[in-house]
């Protein structure tokens, strides 16, 4: 999460002054920047990847980051509708193994919007998907990291379910691009996708990450074993970003295959340096 710290940005609570934003408009005058920024979970994955951006635009940042690790698009739960624009509801369990997580973020959105309605805050609100890159770390647990560390390792790499779900996966800087086209935009009538609107099977990303593995170490093939499929699952996710390639004029540019050839490498080396 980024908060802009000019005082018109920021939420009451946050402010040394109890004087609240009355005018939005006048925070947009200056939108340009440089600005000091307040990034928490600035030292984990998208959150570093974001500090790079912003400080090579020229902003001041602070980082928050209380180092206890990780924890989305997870808003639409389940998605009956498909793919998912904004303004689908989600289909959410409320009472299962992934309720904290995906209750946990429409909560923050609810909360957004009560400090805009209440407080006149300006706000922005991205529903980010699956993002994958340099710097998420070998234990993350996301099965982007998860298959190129097993892959590395030579281990089998584990699908759950038949590897038909789909997954739509999106490289760390067209992430950290849309959520900074959406910091300088105007627009904060509501949530924006912020993904990559190509979509594909658990197997076809299992298989790309074997291949590429083996061509660039040389070694032989990892296998693939499939276990039974998680609780609660998602079997489909794709956003739908017409709203994002509108109103920020943005859209992701980094493909699939050359996305995890970067990814493969930071692993490499970074089994090298350990
Ligand atoms: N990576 C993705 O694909 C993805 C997709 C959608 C949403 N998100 C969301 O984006 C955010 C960042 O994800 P990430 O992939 O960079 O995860 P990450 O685990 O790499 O980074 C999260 C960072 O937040 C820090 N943190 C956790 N609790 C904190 C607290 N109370 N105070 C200060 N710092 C705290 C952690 O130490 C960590 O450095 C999360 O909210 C995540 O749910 C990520």
Not at 15 to 37: E, H, I, L, W, Y
Not at 221 to 239: E, G, Q
Not at 242 to 247: D, I, P, S
Request: proline share 5%; glycine share 10%.
């Amino acid at each position: 999460m980024a908060f802009r710290l000019d005082s018109s940005t920021v939420p009451p609570s946050f402010s040394n002054s109890t004087r609240q934003a009355k005018d939005r408009t006048s925070s947009m005058d200056n939108k340009k920047g440089p600005f000091k920024v307040l990034v928490t979970g600035a030292a984990g994955f998208l959150g570093s990847n974001l500090v790079d951006l912003l400080l090579g635009n020229g902003h001041t940042v602070i980082g928050l980051d209380n180092f206890q690790s990780g924890l989305s698009k997870k808003v639409y739960g389940d998605p009956s509708v498909h793919p998912q624009p904004e303004h689908y509801w989600g289909n959410v369990n409320p009472f299962g193994p992934r309720a904290c997580y995906d209750e946990g973020k429409r909560a923050a959105e609810a909360l957004f919007y009560a400090y805009r309605e209440q407080h006149d805050v300006d706000i922005r609100i991205a529903r980010i998907f699956n993002t994958y890159g340099p710097r998420m770390g070998a234990s993350d647990g996301r099965v982007v990291s998860n298959f190129i560390v097993s892959a590395l390792a030579g281990e089998d790499l584990k699908i759950t379910g038949d590897g038909k779900a789909t997954r739509s996966f999106q490289y760390v800087t067209d992430c950290t691009q849309g959520l900074y086209a959406l910091m300088q935009s105007d627009y904060s009538k509501g949530p924006v996708n912020i993904g990559n609107d190509r979509e594909f099977t658990i197997q076809q990303l299992a298989e790309l990450v074997i291949g590429l593995v083996s061509q660039m170490t040389g070694r032989c093939k990892a296998s693939i074993v499939y276990l039974p499929p998680l609780v609660d699952d998602p079997t489909v996710r794709r956003p739908d970003i017409t709203l994002a390639r509108e109103v920020l004029c943005w859209g992701p540019v980094i493909r699939l295959e050359e996305g995890l050839r970067r990814t493969i490498e930071w692993h490499i080396n970074e089994r090298r340096s350990d």
